[in-house]
């Protein structure tokens, strides 16, 4: 506090080093906070003003002006007092309604009481909410509580009703469905009170996923396989007509590649105020799980109006994760890649997440993309031995070193495992370059096959990721989607049954 420049240096450092969110104190000089904020680059401010006498007062001038004097050079507003009464939650209540009512434009306000007195505050502040966990030697600050501990009290008090949330899946990915049983672990880690049911939709028709989604407490499911959004508009009159008739909402991932593998459920209002998830905690409860229609008889039909569905994709995401687990970025871009796939739609969703990794060139192999993803993407079909070999012989030359594929992803099926296995060796095995390469097969490891593409690859000098790899990360994605919560993808490989390395 006697050298305020020497906060400047340390926060700033934490600036250059990409650190999410930076906690600048209030009474630190303005010329230090505006420089700051006017340097935070990717970072995000967070304005702190703490006070520990027990003496400050929400509905009082000071609050308000802290406020604003606070919101001037900061993304976050942070605000934390001690109170000696249980009132005074409900003085700060109201202070957080009146800042969102007078100042619209506002940064958003994250406030809380400490102490046991001030937990009931804790359970309604809906931004950057300070948690803790059971397992956690000690508390970070007196009164903090665990996500379980927030969503059950949020659950008593009627801020998040109970939700029924579907896996819906084909007959023909009934064995093949790993999601499913990561669901229940991850809604107890959480502690949800939503009803979550395994259930089968024919392979032609949508009329049971319209009964499933058309329900009063419907919150949401997800989709294995994805399936082409027009599939579900084009033959659904459900799907068309809901929100005002004028049909589901389109992600921007689903208006690019077209495949939907998430419904979510929003209320209106957050809708309109924003398109991202909301952050507000959920509460714990029973749940099971179902591979029949479960409790549809007995629950109430009709999806809300106040309701918005929007088609979502989270696969895309899922195979970015993991992509970029061991790798920055930086290392895809202006780099090629080859896609192997039986039809396009298989390799949507890796085609998108190898655009936002500003890949330079896709080479593919087995499909033909349609025109609408062909203008988006830098595609190039190996359509020869010829143009196979051209793209081999790229590495070998160090002014075409980047038109060398750096990462293969196969989303063939397993029983083609011997021609994946083939073009992991004719890209990994002349190439000059000591740098790894990334190979990523999406192909379902509870089939049986012949060979085993990852243990080629690695051979090859290649870092090899497999589909239940993408399927961790893609359900951590799903479940922010559908419930607005963020589980670790720590958890869910683990709750998989499988080791974290």
């Known amino acids: 506090m006697d050298n305020p ?146 969503n059950q009290a949020l659950s008593l008090l009627g801020q998040l009703p109970r939700k029924s949330i579907y896996g819906i899946n084909t007959p023909s990915s009934r064995i093949s469905t790993p999601q499913a049983p990561f669901y229940g672990k991850c809604f107890n880690e959480l502690g949800l009170p939503h009803h979550f049911s395994v259930v089968e939709r024919p392979l032609k028709g949508f009329a049971s996923v319209e009964a499933w989604c058309n329900q009063k407490n419907f919150g949401g499911a997800y989709l294995y396989p994805a399936v082409p959004f027009q599939h579900l508009i084009s033959n659904s009159a459900f799907f068309a007509s809901i929100n005002n008739g004028t049909g589901s909402v389109l992600s921007d991932s689903v208006k690019l590649i077209g495949m939907v593998d998430t419904i979510v459920v929003q209320s209106k209002a957050s ?150 296995g083939m073009l992991v060796r004719v890209f990994g095995s002349r190439s000059s370059s000591t740098s790894r390469k990334v190979f990523l097969d999406l192909a379902d490891g509870s089939f049986p096959r012949k060979g085993d593409p990852r243990l080629i690859a690695e051979q090859c000098g290649f870092a090899a990721y497999g589909a239940e790899d993408v399927m961790a990360f893609t359900t951590v994605e799903t479940l922010r989607l559908l419930v607005g919560q963020n589980v670790p993808y720590s958890f869910v490989h683990l709750a998989s049954g499988r080791p974290m390395f």
């Not at 906690?23 to 970072?43: F, M």
């Not at 007995?298 to 999806?303: A, E, K, N, V």
């Not at 993991?322 to 949507?348: C, E, I, Q």
Request: charged share 20%; glycine share 4%.
């Open 5 to 150: 420049d020497l906060y400047y240096e340390y926060l700033y450092r934490a600036i250059k080093w990409g650190v999410e969110y930076i906690d600048v104190e209030i009474w630190l000089p303005e010329r230090i906070r505006r420089k700051l904020y006017e340097q935070r680059g990717s970072s995000r401010i967070m304005s702190a003003f703490q006070d520990f006498s027990g003496t400050f007062k929400w509905p009082s001038a000071r609050a308000e002006a802290t406020f604003r004097e606070s919101a001037r050079f900061a993304d976050i507003v942070k605000m934390i007092a001690i109170i000696n009464d249980h009132n005074e939650n409900f003085e700060l209540e109201y202070f957080r309604s009146k800042i969102k009512a007078e100042y619209p434009d506002a940064p958003p306000l994250s406030a809380v009481n400490m102490g046991e007195t001030g937990q009931f505050s804790r359970t309604l502040n809906r931004v950057f909410t300070p948690i803790t966990h059971p397992l956690l030697p000690i508390i970070a600050a007196p009164g903090q509580l665990s996500a379980s501990e927030i």
């Open 271 to 420: 809708f309109s105020a924003s398109s991202a998830p909301s952050s507000a905690p959920s509460s714990p409860g029973r749940h099971q799980n179902s591979d029949s229609l479960g409790s549809i008889a007995s629950s109430q039909s009709g999806l809300s109006p106040t309701t918005v569905m929007v088609f979502e994709n989270a696969a895309w995401k899922g195979i970015l994760s993991t992509l970029t687990r061991d790798f920055a970025p930086s290392a895809y871009s202006g780099r090629a890649a080859v896609v192997l796939a039986s039809k396009p739609d298989d390799a949507a969703s890796s085609l998108l997440a190898l655009k936002a990794l500003m890949v330079s060139k896709i080479y593919t192999v087995g499909f033909k993309a349609s025109p609408a993803v062909a203008r988006d993407f830098n595609l190039e079909p190996f359509d020869s031995l010829e143009s196979m070999q051209k793209a081999r012989t790229n590495g070998a030359n160090s002014a075409n070193h980047a038109a060398s594929p750096f990462v293969v992803v196969s989303a063939l099926a397993p029983e083609k495992s011997n021609l994946v």
